[in-house]
């Protein structure tokens, strides 16, 4: 399949050279300049989809993507389809979806879960919106790039599905590490908490597979100084993502604008820019009661 893919950053680069390993055709556009093994690169992101089947993109945010697609929507080929995995608001997932089909083309919000490691290990799962078609054109190709996808509902429905699980996993997350280091100050032995709450009803992704708590656990981001990993700005983004959409849809989240306002300040005001979204955990510990 003859495939445009514009957006080769830190997730965009390994998901097209899988595409490409897998024996796809593709045509690549970034605005910085990068190389991707098996890619040919255009100078432009129209000519990077001029004839391609599928365009996908993995872009930094709504606004960006809402520009690209209307460079690219007007010199798509009729049928085509705009596969969109960025994480973005969902309105913009919506208008592009809008403007997609006014074109005579297909549009699929898709965005993912898994990280670097997933986009290199082709392991992403991909939450999707959009019409059956739009979803069986894109489907191969997700079983390229990832292990999984869910086909959620109508376009925005996967942007929809992302942002309400990160809002889940920013909640747990502030949780769990305050739990931690109240547990700290009633002098609770780390090793003792993990092992109870793990295996009773405090127990969550993010004390039984992400324990943020160093030396406790699997394998985790906290085990290496907290190196994202997922990144406390990326999870700010995602939370940001999920309060405009709770002030769209008029729906209540007070958790989900706690952990908000905690995550930034925590990487707008304190030392969390570029730190694992898990540093919370040495945060409280550092804090008092006030
Ligand atoms: P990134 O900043 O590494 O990559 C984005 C790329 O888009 C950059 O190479 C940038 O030069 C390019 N770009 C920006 N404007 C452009 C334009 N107008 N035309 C063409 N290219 C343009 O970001 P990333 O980590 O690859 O993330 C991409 C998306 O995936 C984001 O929406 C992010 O929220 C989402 N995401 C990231 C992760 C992660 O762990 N990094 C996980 C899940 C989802």
């Not at 086909?151 to 809002?167: D, L, S, T, V, Y």
Request: with cysteine.
């Amino acid at each position: 399949m003859r495939i445009g893919f514009i957006g080769l950053g830190n997730m965009g680069a390994p998901m097209a050279a899988n595409l490409a390993k897998a024996g796809h055709q593709l045509h690549g556009f970034d605005t910085a300049a990068v190389g991707v093994d098996g890619i040919a690169m255009a100078d432009t992101a129209r000519d990077a989809v001029a004839g391609a089947e599928v365009v996908i993109t993995m872009l930094p945010n709504g606004a960006i993507l809402r520009s690209v697609a209307e460079d690219i929507l007007p010199v798509m080929e009729t049928g085509a389809a705009l596969v969109d995995c960025s994480t973005v608001d969902v309105e913009s997932a919506r208008s592009v979806a809008a403007e997609a089909e006014q074109a005579g083309l297909l549009f699929v919000d898709a965005p993912v879960s898994g990280g670097v490691g997933g986009a290199s290990a082709g392991t992403l799962t991909f939450m999707a919106g959009g019409s059956e078609d739009a979803f069986a054109k894109a489907a191969a190709l997700f079983d390229i790039m990832g292990q999984k996808a869910v086909h959620c509902g109508e376009a925005g429905a996967g942007q929809a599905a992302k942002i309400c699980n990160n809002m889940i996993l920013g909640v747990t997350m502030i949780a769990t590490c305050e739990a931690f280091a109240l547990a700290d100050k009633l002098g609770l032995d780390r090793q003792k908490m993990f092992d109870v709450v793990s295996t009773s009803s405090g127990y969550s992704w993010t004390m039984n597979a992400y324990c943020p708590a160093p030396g406790i656990g699997p394998q985790s981001p906290s085990d290496n100084d907290y190196q994202p990993g997922f990144a406390a700005e990326l999870m700010l983004k995602d939370l940001r993502l999920s309060q405009q959409a709770a002030e769209s849809a008029d729906a209540d989240t007070p958790m989900g604008q706690a952990a908000t306002a905690l995550y930034e300040q925590f990487v707008e005001a304190e030392d969390g820019k570029g730190r694992d979204f898990s540093a919370m955990l040495p945060r409280f510990e550092r804090r008092r009661r006030d």
